[in-house]
């Protein structure tokens, strides 16, 4: 298999890398960090429900499972630095239109639109990019380092998010009016659109050279990749182990309403919650990447599905009430921990279940258009128990889901890790 760091200096590797890094998790900042650090703001800025919201993230999951599947042969046809950075300045345009505080149909559009630019013309691209930067021998590696890297970002932008509402806040932050917190609000908003516009930038510089060698024929496009992935035993497994670490994703976003609703953090340290999950992701990727590439993906993979399935059944169990905050912190560290290192590890798979590397925008798509439906059905889920059951209840049965489907994933990435050891 062709390896992209062949071609570069070490200081080309690691500024290719970083700007993947960047890239991978700037284009996200406006559709998925804001209301995941901001929940309760933005739902009282915008005025909507969670169940409303929940809706706007189900268009762009729709829009999302459209366009994966023909995002995945674009990318193994066409320059992942063009596609990258003109999605980037896109979703970037996007946030400026968020900054006028839209309608929930305006809302709607906007989401519908995110999910274009951000899957569309640049999901199958970075993913295809990343396992070329870590050739046959250090995919963990280059999936940690990605995702780990993307959390360090996440995290650092999102904490620098909340310092920068609580500055436009006043002192006493439970006297603010609706006004001054929508002032706030904006502000953030513009913070992540700049990032955004300035990462496209960066991915334009970074990657200069074209990731496709001609001499290379596992790297060339070939027709029929759509088909070759499809018969492929683990590439379905990979994807339902793809759909459990995400709903375990999607679920981290209810951390901040819990912490505000169910242990009576104020706004401020309910946002703080999330960005305490949030800088969990750097070192839970990293690590289960490095530790991937020694003891197996497919072992690594198993055991943070069973730490997130149990650290889900205790928030289920109701074990938390105002107060009893240190247990609370242990358990999230240590669930965050475990979905965050799922996210480091699932696209590895893709090596460890021998997918060719020139089919690998098809088997990205493939995975993604399976793996990635609870951008569908988890926000309208998640929106329907907690307006349904409000306070503790609400959040329990959420988190009864992600223990669920914890499990499930477990089965199946047992079931993978039997296919790949007779493949050995």
């Keep these: 298999m062709h390896d992209i760091k062949r071609e570069l200096s070490p200081a080309g590797q690691s500024t290719a890398m970083f700007s993947l890094i960047v890239a991978g998790e700037a284009v996200f900042f406006l559709p998925f960090v ?73 809302l709607r559009v906007l989401y519908g639109f995110w999910g274009i630019t951000t899957i569309l013309l640049f999901w199958a691209p970075l993913i295809r990019a990343t396992r070329e930067w870590g050739g046959a021998k250090l995919p963990g590696r280059a999936f940690g380092i990605l995702d780990g890297g993307r959390g360090l970002v996440a995290a650092a932008i999102g904490s620098s998010a909340v310092a920068l509402f609580s500055f436009f806040m ?71 182990v793809v759909v459990c670490a995400y709903v375990g994703y999607k679920g981290l976003d209810d951390v901040s309403l819990y912490a505000h609703e169910v242990l009576d953090f104020d706004e401020v340290r309910a946002a703080k919650v999330g960005t305490l999950s949030m800088w969990v992701r ?32 205790v928030i289920a169990a109701g074990a938390f009430h105002p107060g009893v905050t240190v247990f609370f912190f242990a358990t999230l560290i240590t669930t965050s921990a475990a979905v965050f290192a799922l996210r480091g590890l699932y696209f590895a798979m893709m090596e460890a279940g021998r997918v060719p590397f020139g089919d690998t925008g098809s088997a ?61």
């Design 34 to 106: 804001l209301p995941r650090v901001f929940r309760p703001t933005l739902l009282d800025v915008f005025d909507v429900t969670n169940l409303q919201l929940g809706i706007a993230f189900s268009v762009y999951g729709v829009v999302a499972m459209l366009a994966y599947f023909p995002g995945g042969p674009l990318a193994d046809r066409f320059s992942a630095r063009k596609m990258m950075a003109f999605a980037l300045v896109a979703t970037s345009i996007g946030g400026l239109a968020l900054a006028t505080i839209p309608s929930l149909a305006g």
């Design 170 to 240: 006043p002192a006493e932050v439970q006297n603010a009016t609706l006004e001054q917190r929508a002032d706030a609000f904006r502000q953030v908003i513009f913070l992540f659109s700049g990032i955004t516009f300035a990462a496209a930038i960066f991915v334009w510089f970074a990657l200069t050279r074209s990731s496709k060698r001609s001499d290379d024929s596992q790297s060339k496009y070939e027709p029929g990749g759509v088909g070759r992935v499809l018969r492929m035993p683990t590439v379905w497994l990979q994807a339902i």
């Design 282 to 313: 750097p070192f839970s990727a990293i690590g289960a990447g490095l530790l991937a590439d020694r003891f197996g993906v497919a072992r690594l993979t198993m055991l943070s599905l069973l730490v997130f399935g149990i650290g889900s059944a």
């Design 364 to 424: 990205v798509g493939i995975v993604s258009v399976i793996g990635y439906t609870p951008d569908v059905f988890m926000g309208p889920l998640m929106g329907v128990l907690l307006d349904t059951w409000p306070g503790e209840l609400g959040h329990q049965y959420v988190f009864a889901v992600l223990a669920i489907c914890a499990m499930i994933g477990l089965l199946a990435s047992i079931l993978f890790w039997h296919i790949v050891r007779r493949q050995v």
